[in-house]
Nanobody, 126 residues
């Protein structure tokens, strides 16, 4: 059974930091590039960051580049997103997603990802 579970969301003040984690089932994680997406109320789900299976290549949206860092710990089947200098515009539900196949590439399109977590809320107050 495929399992993708995010954790670490919460409420933070503007300018603060927050770290998200995502645990996936071993079979999924060991065959996938991974990504973080987010969806704010009334908006489309958008790509935030992605990382290849080996961790050697990462990709970020322009809106988070320089503030967010994606990483993965393959032995622990865990994906991370370290967020800093948060602004109210970062408020959204954050989703972890697995892209099975061609895991040496980072995709930034929602349809390229096969499995999704349930999401974790991040709220940044001004």
């Amino acid at each position: 059974q495929v399992r993708v579970v995010e954790s670490g969301g919460g409420l933070v003040q503007a300018g603060g930091s927050l770290s998200l984690s995502c645990v996936a089932s071993e079979r999924t994680f060991s065959n996938s590039a991974m990504g973080w997406f987010r969806q704010a109320p009334g908006k489309e789900r958008e790509f935030v960051a992605g990382i290849t299976l080996g961790g050697g290549t990462t990709k970020y949206s322009d809106s988070v580049k320089g503030r967010f860092t994606i990483s993965r710990d393959n032995p622990k089947n865990t994906l991370y997103l370290q967020m800093s200098s948060l602004t109210p515009e970062d408020t959204a539900v954050y989703y972890c997603a697995a892209q099975i196949g061609r895991a040496w590439l980072v995709r930034d399109t929602r349809n390229d990802y096969n499995y999704w977590g349930q999401g974790t809320q991040v709220t940044v107050s001004s």
